[in-house]
């Protein structure tokens, strides 16, 4: 593959080359939603969907590293116990139960001053519900509507009718806020980005992030496979890595318990 020169960095030498395919687009997109859109800051809120995934573990640790207390949410107990006790979050509330009363039982009526969310369909109406005076919603995916082991169109369906859509005078009287973004349509913004990812570099070479690397896969046509039919499963913690010189579907780094 030939890239403009512009489109490369470096890396920290502590990383290695796996640790660092892993950052870019997890951390970038946490950092984007976090600090360029929801303008997160200390002593805030912040509640993120999603907490064990790849953006969603880059978003946990940048928030607790700004001093933002967050609560999160998850499948498995085995994700849910990584968030909390491994990044740090006060709580990771079952994806699949009554997580929406679950953080208002722990931090009251419109407790959150932001919401990362990754999921849709009534995911996002429940973090529209929750979202305090001033508090800022930030979209960045459908994963409600992925599918396992085939493709499941009347699921998708289903996802996206039941994704809110907001008027602006909807948003008025709340007073809150709704954003959306994605990472690859910010190209005109560089010069915002390179500097960010510098910032993330510094902070996981002093040790205070770090990219989660759930496993790595060969990058051949059954490795890359593989590797999406693990993401559909919903395995994942973290992130998943293709790689050239690992046995397919075996090397584990930083292997968060599965």
């Given amino acids: 593959m030939v890239v403009p020169a512009n489109n490369l960095f470096r890396?920290?030498?502590a990383l290695s080359a796996v640790e660092a395919a892993a950052a870019p687009v997890a951390f970038l997109t946490a950092w984007v939603a976090l600090f360029e859109a929801a303008r997160a800051r200390?002593?805030?809120t912040a509640l993120i969907l999603n907490a064990a995934g790849g953006v969603g573990t880059a978003a946990v640790q940048l928030a607790t590293w700004r001093g933002i207390r967050v609560v999160g949410t998850a499948g498995a107990a085995r994700k849910r116990e990584f968030v909390v006790n491994d990044l740090g979050a006060e709580a990771c509330f079952d994806s699949s139960g009554d997580w929406a009363g679950e953080v208002e039982g722990l931090l009251g009526t419109r407790p959150v001053d932001l919401a990362l969310d990754?999921?849709?369909?009534?995911?996002?109406k429940k973090c529209r519900r929750l979202l305090a005076p001033l508090g800022r919603l930030v979209f960045y995916g459908l994963s409600?509507?992925?599918p396992a082991a085939r493709k499941r169109w009347l699921a998708l369906a289903r996802a996206w009718l039941a994704t809110p859509r907001f008027h602006p005078l909807d948003l008025i009287e709340p007073n809150v806020g709704v954003f959306g973004i994605h990472l690859l349509h910010l190209r005109?913004?560089?010069?915002?980005?390179?500097?960010?990812?510098?910032?993330?570099?510094?902070?996981?070479a002093a040790g205070q992030l770090r990219p989660i690397v759930d496993r790595?896969?060969?990058?051949?046509?059954?490795?890359?496979?593989?590797a999406h039919q693990y993401l559909h499963d919903r395995k994942a913690i973290g992130k998943v890595v293709l790689v050239t010189t690992a046995p397919a579907a075996e090397l584990a780094l930083s292997n968060p318990g599965g």
């Fill in 118 to 124: 990754a999921v849709g369909g009534a995911a996002t």
């Fill in 11 to 13: 890396y920290p030498a």
């Fill in 188 to 204: 005109q913004k560089e010069a915002l980005l390179r500097p960010a990812l510098a910032e993330i570099y510094d902070a996981v």
């Fill in 42 to 44: 200390a002593g805030e």
């Fill in 216 to 226: 790595t896969f060969s990058l051949d046509r059954e490795g890359a496979a593989a």
């Fill in 144 to 146: 409600d509507a992925m």
